[in-house]
């Protein structure tokens, strides 16, 4: 007994499945988590390395160079880049997705380890950790006084406020910028050192020496023991000054006689501000499993309770919020599907002209949508951007099943069967179609595990909740709609006026199609051309149309990069900045920014470049959007003497890389040729049109003091290239010599000369060391001094030394632009450069090849499960001429509109293969049917036609209907999502209306050929 009958016969049975499915789907429902994109991790592996002292080139001999060589031969690496700058060596290993990214850390830190020994002996121990997605504030504060200082602020932050937002559920991290932690300051003056006769390692030692705590031990008596602890750590910065640093004839020589005492900060190469305000930044990292919106919402409501609590002077606001797109973005989804749904129901009404009816194939919806949720909660995937996306566009599909069996359950009834037999007999008609056309939709996601890159595995959740929803969506087909059809259906009698005037008008319809569609089937030749002509359209189309990454969001917010000169100063830096922030204070559009000067994963940020994350108010309340805003900002910005701004919108897909859109790499092994011939290719990049901001990342103008040591006069004079080292560095970098308690907590002592005797290179010379025999020693006996420009940054890329060109768009797709620059790369440089791309821009080329084998793949397996389903190699050709005829209508749509072919379009072209195909196989399985029986082919087209008009045109209606509200492209995030619902919609439609006669005609003159493969051949007789 087939699956529908047995629903018919045993209702209660049919029910009781759905209401399992509708049970299983709330508890998955209520179990799975919220955030912006799928959970998915990138097997990517940092090695962070400080070098104290070390200027990018030696950072990239003695650090980087040793450690690229180490981790190259670690297995599955991808793209193995580098940066050497001022005392940091940072190396970013990308992996196959394939490779744990547990593993990969456990064996770049196995190779790391085996040349730690051939690093130099006063290097930083190397980090070394993964790059996490999650890994990333989805909340900032601002925490700000007018009276308080940075350093009370601080001392807050990290006290009190970073324990008390750690509690919260789903709290990861909390991280604090711009901090100013307390640190005794010992600033020595050189003069009144060399007039003493000291040198500087003199006073390191004596705040080593004289500032401990020493555990005695224990004093034992028969009944009682006590612990002695020697208590001789420096209790107040008046006993720093009295500190005895040495005796001269006697003569005690104290701390404060040679430098000068104070409470200051532990790091003074860092600023920060909230909207021109000073501040301490807190930063949210939510648990990688954690549910975004619950998060932000349990911060946001103890931030209103920590700021009831603070001092009237102190504020505590939000300075950034991720969390507010995404609730934003998902809320848009869901009323997208919502009003789906209600689109969906009155078109099977209208067709349909009675409510009870229209219940049947609508009970689909929710218990499609709630199958689906088991099976996210199943996968462990989460109700994201994407997932919801897949259920939105699956709405008008998932009634489809459904509306085929209630429009042949309804036919039956309306010609005078029983509505039991009705339902049986309609299911059992239109059955193999159904399956037939769920079954090609849902192969074509099974290519999707194909797609390289991030975005393959971003897009895995997107195909696995379109499957799993239509293949709900079938079973609900084949079960609890023909038992509702068998229960609810009944003859119409005296339909209303409405019902009346639709139908005349539908039959007029009819009639007309079935005129034009037998002038078609006697004049082949003239559709067989049309259809070869709208073939040649497509791919011109294809040629016209712009290629991007995905398209810009108006996500609420930009970030600004500042760059001053090489070589400026903190003060001057923030001078320039200033102006910045000031014109940004100016624009109606922003309401929060939030600027940072030194930032820097590792602490040792550049004094002359700045940050600045930039908030709007809501895109509802203002007149300007983002793009307005960022080229307005941009004009402005550049108008500002003494600093550049780079102006660059938040990306919402993960590209691979933080920077610009376009990143165009360049490599030579000889140096010079490569900074010549990347400056000319810069030079001519900033003529493309759409380029804005171009820059590169090679500062050959980075201000150096190269020190050379002779080493024969230091070892006569019995000093060590390692004591001048060390005394340059306490003297001139500042060196943390010890540490102070104050309270409960403990700070660094750091030692360092007066700002006024370390302005100028030749005031090295005048320091002193002290030689083996004690006597002390000028630096200028021992070291000469030059002054030089040197790389401010140095970039490896696979290992050898290249240079980034990077820069923003503006009205330029990012392929256009590529193509561009190939071309000028291919005229400017000479032999011997290579080329590469990175970040979104190799992102993008590498999900455009795969996409584009993944569209074939699918078109492949659509035909390989339909010659099996039709048993016949010649059907599937004439199903599959609709996928042409809906790309046509999906690339027009996009070249009218403006928009491009990007990854969200692209994806939208693979989900067309499965949809277009269900009119075909609706008109040829009819027509078969009939031929199957003996009705001549042309009679057999046209009756096919005409009886799946209604269906077609109810599934066709309702699919563009559900889609509509994507396509619309309205709310946050709508910029991405808008392209998908358009190539659906439009392909749809479009394949609708020339397949009603492409279609037929194709099938009408490949049906000898069918008959002529099918013909079973007669075996041979035994006599013969």
């Known amino acids: 007994m087939p699956l529908w009958e047995l629903s018919v016969r045993r209702p209660v049975l049919a029910t009781v499945l759905s209401l399992a499915i509708v049970v299983l789907g709330a508890i998955g429902w209520s179990r799975l988590s919220v955030r912006e994109l799928p959970d998915v991790e990138v097997p990517t592996v940092s090695v962070l390395t400080v070098l104290p002292g070390g200027s990018p080139e030696v950072v990239e001999k003695e650090v980087t160079e040793i450690l690229e060589e180490a981790v190259n031969t670690v297995e599955g690496i991808r793209v193995l880049s580098s940066s050497s700058a001022d005392e940091v060596s940072q190396i970013t290993i990308e992996f196959e997705l394939d490779r744990s990214i547990d593993a990969a850390v456990q064996d770049v830190r196995d190779h790391v380890a085996g040349v730690r020994g051939e690093l130099p002996e006063e290097v930083e121990e190397p980090v070394v950790s993964k790059n996490d997605l999650d890994d990333q504030a989805i909340l900032w504060m601002s925490l700000n006084s007018e009276r308080a200082s940075l350093r009370e602020l601080t001392d807050y932050a990290e006290n009190a406020l970073k324990e008390r937002l750690q509690r919260l559920p789903g709290v990861g991290r909390v991280l604090i910028g711009g901090r100013k932690r307390f640190a005794v300051r010992v600033r020595v003056d050189a003069d009144r050192l060399a007039g003493h006769g000291l040198a500087i390692s003199d006073v390191v030692r004596a705040l080593d020496r004289e500032n401990v705590e020493v555990p005695a031990g224990r004093i034992e008596g028969p009944e009682r023991e006590f612990v002695v602890q020697t208590e001789a750590a420096l209790g107040s910065l008046d006993e720093f000054r009295h ?25 003074e190469r860092n600023l920060a501000r909230f909207n021109l305000r000073p501040h301490v930044s807190v930063g949210i990292v939510k648990q990688s499993r954690a549910n975004t919106v619950t998060v932000a919402h349990d911060v946001r409501a103890e931030i209103t309770r920590a700021q009831a609590e603070l001092p009237p002077d102190q504020r505590l606001e939000l300075s950034f919020d991720a969390a507010t797109f995404v609730e934003e973005s998902i809320s848009e989804v869901e009323e997208a599907l919502l009003l789906a749904c209600v689109l969906v129901v009155l078109v099977i009404w209208l067709f349909l002209h009675d409510i009870q009816s229209a219940v049947i194939p609508a009970l689909a919806i929710p218990t499609s949508v709630l199958a689906t949720f088991a099976v996210m909660d199943l996968f462990g995937f989460t109700i994201n951007t994407l997932t919801l996306l897949g259920l939105a566009l699956s709405i008008g599909v998932v009634v489809d099943d459904a509306i085929i069996v209630l429009e042949n359950a309804h036919r039956h009834v309306q010609r005078g069967d029983t509505p039991v037999r009705a339902a049986i007999d309609g299911t059992g008609e239109i059955a193999f179609a159904a399956m037939a056309a769920t079954l090609t939709l849902v192969v074509v996601f099974l290519p999707m595990a194909f797609v390289s890159g991030v975005i393959g595995r971003f897009f895995v959740e997107f195909g696995v909740t379109v499957m799993a929803a239509v293949l709900a969506s079938l079973f609900v087909a084949l079960t609890l709609t023909p038992m509702l059809c068998s229960r609810l259906l009944r003859r119409e009698v005296g339909a209303g006026w409405f019902a009346q005037g639709f139908e005349r008008e539908l039959a007029r319809l009819t009639e007309g199609y079935r005129r034009t569609l037998g002038r078609a089937l006697d004049r082949p030749r003239a559709t067989v051309l049309g259809a070869f002509a709208v073939l040649a359209a497509t791919v011109g189309l294809a040629l016209i149309l712009g290629q991007e990454f995905v398209p810009a969001e108006d996500r609420g917010g930009f970030m600004v990069a500042l760059e001053t000169p090489e070589g400026s100063t903190l003060e001057h830096h923030d001078r320039l900045q200033w102006q910045v922030e000031k014109v940004l204070s100016e624009f109606p559009e922003v309401r929060a920014a939030t600027a940072f000067i030194g930032l820097s994963a590792a602490g040792r940020g550049a004094v002359n470049r700045g940050l600045i994350f930039v908030r709007l108010i809501d895109r509802r309340t203002r007149e300007r959007s983002q793009d307005e805003v960022l080229a307005d900002f941009r004009v402005r910005a550049a108008a500002l003497p003494g600093i550049r701004a780079f102006a660059t919108p938040f990306s919402g897909l993960p590209t691979g890389g933080r920077g610009k859109p376009l990143q165009f790499v360049v490599q030579s092994p000889d140096f010079g040729a490569l900074r010549e011939g990347s400056g000319r290719l810069l030079e001519a990049m900033g003529q493309v049109p759409g380029l804005v901001g171009t820059d590169t990342d090679l500062r050959i103008n980075k201000p150096e003091v190269a020190v050379s040591i002779d080493r024969d ?233 005409v009886t799946r008009l209604r269906p077609i045109l109810m599934t066709t209606l309702s699919t563009v209907l559900g889609i509509l509200p994507i396509a619309l492209g309205l709310g946050a995030g709508a910029e991405s999502r808008r392209p998908l619902g358009v190539v659906l919609a439009a392909g749809v439609t479009t394949s609708m209306v020339l397949t009603l006669y492409v279609v037929p005609v194709f099938h009408l003159l490949l049906r000898p050929w069918h008959e002529r493969k099918t013909e079973m051949p007669q075996a041979p007789h035994p006599d013969a």
């Open 243 to 267: 500190l005895r640093v040495a005796d001269r004839g006697g003569t005690k020589i104290e701390l404060g006689e040679v430098a000068t005492i104070e409470a200051g900060d532990e790091g």
């Open 713 to 945: 006069r230091a070892a006569a004079l019995g000093v060590e290239a390692g004591e001048i080292g060390d005394a340059l560095r306490a003297m001139l970098g500042g060196l943390p010599a010890t540490r102070y308690r104050r309270g409960n907590q403990r700070y660094d002592v750091i030692v360092q000369l007066e700002g006024r005797d370390r302005e100028l290179p030749e005031q090295i010379l005048g320091l002193q060391v002290r030689g083996a025999d004690g006597d002390l020693v000028p630096l200028g006996n021992l070291i000469q001094i030059r002054e030089e420009l040197g790389p401010s940054v140095v970039k490896h890329h696979n290992r050898r030394r290249s240079v980034v060109l990077d820069a923003n768009l503006v009205g330029r797709p990012l392929g256009d632009a590529l193509d561009d620059v190939r071309r000028l790369a291919r005229e400017i440089l000479p032999a011997g450069f290579t080329t590469d791309v990175a970040g979104e821009s190799r992102e993008f080329e590498a999900a455009f090849v795969s996409l584009g084998i993944t569209f074939l793949l699918a078109v492949v397996a659509v035909y390989l499960v339909l010659a099996a389903q039709f048993e016949s190699f010649i059907d599937p050709l004439t199903v599959l001429l609709a996928l042409p005829l809906a790309v046509f209508g999906a690339f027009l749509c996009l070249a009218v509109l403006g928009l491009t072919l990007n990854v969200y379009s692209f994806v939208g072209c693979i989900m067309l293969v499965g949809l277009v195909t269900k009119n075909s196989i609706l008109l040829v399985d009819r027509a078969n049917r009939l031929t199957d029986v003996g009705v001549e082919t042309r009679e057999a087209l046209l009756d096919a036609g």
